[in-house]
């Protein structure tokens, strides 16, 4: 299994076929957390860190659950009460971490770039658990697998995704993605919900929900980003939902068959109506929640394979 990386940082560096390469480890993953069993000592004798420096509820547990069904002796790191309220730098951190002698560091940071620059200090394998506006890696890999999954095939697909577009790092890393693997991609939202260059990308972009769902495959909604935002980006909440949230009649214009997803957590109301979050004829969120685990379990597993080999390297080479 060829998966030429050191870290998971984000979907950028990787190839298609290493894309590939995890989504059918993942689906492994889905038959195993679907098995009475649900455990292997994959990950035995290995320490996994958890160090979320933003609150995250769902992607936390998520990467908790995984690696314990892995086998790896797990830790989360209290970080909203650690010395880095105090003044403490990531270099700091990672002097730290190098002492503790972890094999997976899982971080969630609020500021672009400080998940990479963290893992060029530490002496293990580094997962990007979501940093500033920049990328949400193992996000956009749990939406291709339950894409693929649902349809049969991830390439050649009509995929529009819709709502806060300028501060959302999940929809950097689906652009991405789904980019790598030939998919035509829309973006949907107001004007002051779209990043800079958004045409830069290779996207579409519509301002009309009606005109940007016309015949598509998945509909993909996106949270407001009210957290990262310092302004009146939108008039009211009402109006919102009037003119982009998701409900029957918006939806009517995508293909009878196109799935509905949404990375949670939901605004129902707001982004999406309730009605059609619940439809299980149509919508695949829950199903998101399950490849979550699958995802971060096979990427956990191919980083951990490649570390193991490394220091075998090492070893070998002191020898």
Do not use: W
Request: charged share 25%; proline share 4%; with cysteine.
């Amino acid at each position: 299994m060829s998966f030429p990386h050191r870290h998971l940082l984000g979907i950028e560096p990787l190839a298609p076929a290493d894309i590939t390469t995890l989504l059918d480890l993942s689906d492994q993953y889905v038959d195993l957390n679907r098995s009475a069993r649900k455990h292997t000592e994959t990950l035995a004798g290995l320490t996994q860190i958890n160090m979320f420096f933003e609150n995250s509820t769902r992607t936390q547990a998520s990467f908790e659950l995984a690696g314990q069904r892995l086998g790896a002796d797990v830790m989360n790191m209290a970080m909203q009460a650690s010395s880095i309220k105090k003044g403490e730098t990531l270099i700091d951190t990672a002097l730290t971490l190098n002492a503790m002698h972890p094999d997976l560091l899982v971080v969630r940071h609020p500021h672009s770039g400080a998940v990479d620059l963290l893992s060029q200090k530490v002496r293990c394998a580094v997962l990007n658990a979501g940093d500033g506006r920049h990328e949400h890696p193992t996000q956009a890999l749990l939406d291709a697998l339950t894409i693929r999954r649902a349809k049969g095939r991830l390439h050649r697909l009509s995929i529009a995704i819709c709502g806060d577009i300028a501060h959302s790092r999940v929809a950097r890393s689906n652009i991405l993605l789904l980019g790598k693997m030939e998919n035509r991609v829309r973006l949907v939202g107001p004007p002051t919900l779209m990043p800079a260059r958004i045409g830069e990308f290779g996207v579409e972009v519509y301002e009309d929900m009606r005109e940007g769902l016309k015949d598509v495959d998945v509909v993909m909604m996106l949270r407001l980003q009210r957290e990262r935002m310092d302004g009146g980006f939108i008039p009211s909440e009402r109006e919102y939902f009037h003119r982009f949230g998701l409900d029957t009649e918006k939806l009517a214009f995508a293909k009878e068959d196109a799935i509905v997803m949404h990375p949670g957590p939901m605004n129902r109301g707001v982004e999406i109506d309730g009605e059609i979050a619940d439809d299980i004829n149509r919508s695949v969120i829950q199903e998101q929640v399950e490849m979550g685990v699958a995802v971060r379990m096979a990427a956990m597993d191919i980083l951990a394979r490649n570390l193991r080999e490394a220091r075998a390297r090492e070893r070998k080479v002191m020898a």
